[in-house]
T-cell receptor, first 115, second 110 residues
Framework: NAGVTQTPKFRVLKTGQSMTLLCAQD?????MYWYRQDPGMGLRLIHY???????AKGEVPDGYNVSRLKKQNFLLGLESAAPSQTSVYFC??????????????FGPGTRLTVL | GQQVMQIPQYQHVQEGEDFTTYCNSS?????IQWYKQRPGGHPVFLIQ?????EVKKQKRLTFQFGEAKKNSSLHITATQTTDVGTYFC??????????FGKGTRLHILP
């Protein structure tokens, strides 16, 4: 099993450009998440999904859109990139259940720089 | 909004010394998880605590969940160089939302 994979690993964009980050998991997990990690800020939730075809806003959703057309994939889109979106982006997945053993499995991250 | 405060932000210890990081929530949590992130890596799950007053051990690591389910701690006994990294707590609130603390970066001095 590959676990959680992210594409690409690195990307440099110019302000105003658009791009899509792809997250894929092969563990048949219901829940998927997108986080951004900035120095001193920890992990902040951008958007998440509790199942195929569903998405919900997290703590910092502005400037991002997501789609979950297939259970195993969760896409994060930046329509018009801004320097403030320079960050490391992590995708994660977990099994469903509020009190069940639902650890999050993280992908390796995408390092995005917006010039 | 709800916050999960984690202290200290940084900790430098001599190899062999103990280390503790603390998490405090403004509201009661359903459970709390702990993750470790090595430099340049991604967060990796360590443990989940669910019950009030729960204590769990993993070798040199001891995790505690407070009686009021608003705070938690991670204690490492006799640190080793392999313990280097950032330790995050993540609390799940009653709305089933997960909120991460900002992490404690542990640096080991040889």
């Amino acid at each position: 099993n590959a676990g959680v994979t992210q594409t690409p690993k690195f990307r440099v964009l110019k302000t105003g450009q658009s791009m899509t980050l792809l997250c894929a998991q092969d563990m048949n997990h219901e829940y998927m998440y997108w986080y951004r990690q900035d120095p001193g800020m920890g992990l902040r939730l951008i958007h998440y999904s509790v199942g195929e075809g569903t998405t919900a806003k997290g703590e910092v959703p502005d400037g991002y859109n997501v789609s979950r057309l297939k259970k195993q994939n969760f896409l994060l889109g930046l329509e018009s990139a801004a320097p403030s979106q320079t960050s490391v982006y992590f995708c994660a997945s977990s099994k469903v259940g509020a009190l069940s053993y639902n650890e999050q499995f993280f992908g390796p991250g995408t390092r995005l720089t917006v010039l | 909004g709800q916050q999960v405060m984690q202290i200290p932000q940084y900790q430098h210890v001599q190899e062999g010394e103990d280390f503790t990081t603390y998490c405090n929530s403004s509201t009661t949590l359903s459970n709390i998880q702990w993750y470790k992130q090595r430099p340049g890596g991604h967060p990796v799950f360590l443990i989940q605590l669910v019950k009030s007053g729960e204590v769990k051990k993993q070798k040199r690591l001891t995790f505690q969940f407070g009686e009021a389910k608003k705070n938690s701690s991670l204690h490492i006994t006799a640190t080793q160089t392999t313990d280097v990294g950032t330790y995050f707590c993540a609390g799940r609130n009653r709305d089933d939302k997960i909120i991460f603390g900002k992490g404690t970066r542990l640096h080991i001095l040889p």
